[in-house]
């Protein structure tokens, strides 16, 4: 999956990371890897308080999957990407910190919910770990201003197709700004999580 999500564009160089919770353990790929690229011998395996087990050394930002990890019991897997337009977003200044994607179709609302936007830090940052904390669990994903977006999934391909549909929806925002637009009304997003059930 994540060499689709290359060579789809959603990641260029060396930007972006994965990883999967898998019992006591979290395998994520390795600092400075291409996701078009991985070789899984190099995947890292560390614990789930961060401590290097095997494969190369983790991705910079794993104080901020494992605080997801800590917060979020139903998160398998969580995606960081640049991707273009979700990034693009993250630096607009005119946009809702608690609700930075708003519910603009159904499928962002099903596959994504409500994201936050927190405040900037240095990639890498043990600072990200603590922002994510402090959310207590309530987000499955945020816009790191300036950087880019982290979703979560119960598994890696929940998580993927969450990070597109954000993307896409993103997207969607940027080209309709300055346009009147209908979101969906509060009565559709209660609609929809009863049936399809709440991220
Ligand atoms: O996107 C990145 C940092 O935010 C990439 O960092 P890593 O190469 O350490 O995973
Ligand atoms: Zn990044």
Redesign the pocket.
């Given at each position: 999956m994540s060499q689709s999500l290359y060579e789809r564009g959603f990641s260029v160089g060396?930007?972006?990371?994965i990883s999967a919770a898998v019992d006591d353990v979290i395998l994520m790929?390795?600092?400075?890897?291409c996701l078009g690229f991985l070789d899984p011998v190099k995947i890292s395996k560390v614990t789930r308080d961060g401590r290097h087990l095997s494969g190369d050394q983790?991705?910079?930002?794993i104080f901020l999957h494992k605080a997801f990890y800590e917060t979020r019991p139903q998160a398998g897997a969580v995606v960081?990407?640049?991707s273009t337009y979700a990034t693009a977003l993250s630096c607009v200044t005119d946009i809702d910190p608690d609700d930075c994607i708003p519910p603009l179709t159904p499928y962002v609302v099903m596959r994504v919910g409500q994201v936050k936007l927190l405040e900037y830090v240095r990639?890498?940052d043990e600072k990200a770990g603590d922002l994510i904390r402090a959310l207590g669990g309530h987000y499955a994903a945020v816009l790191?201003a300036n950087?880019?977006p982290v979703v979560t999934g119960k598994d890696i391909s929940s998580a993927v197709y969450a990070a597109e549909e954000l993307e896409e929806t993103a997207k969607l925002l940027l080209m309709l700004r300055g346009l009147p637009k209908r979101m969906l009304s509060d009565e559709n997003v209660v609609e929809l999580k009863s049936v399809f059930g709440a991220y």
């Open positions: 060396s930007a972006g990371n790929t390795p600092t400075n890897s983790p991705s910079k930002e960081h990407l640049h990639p890498g790191l950087h880019g």
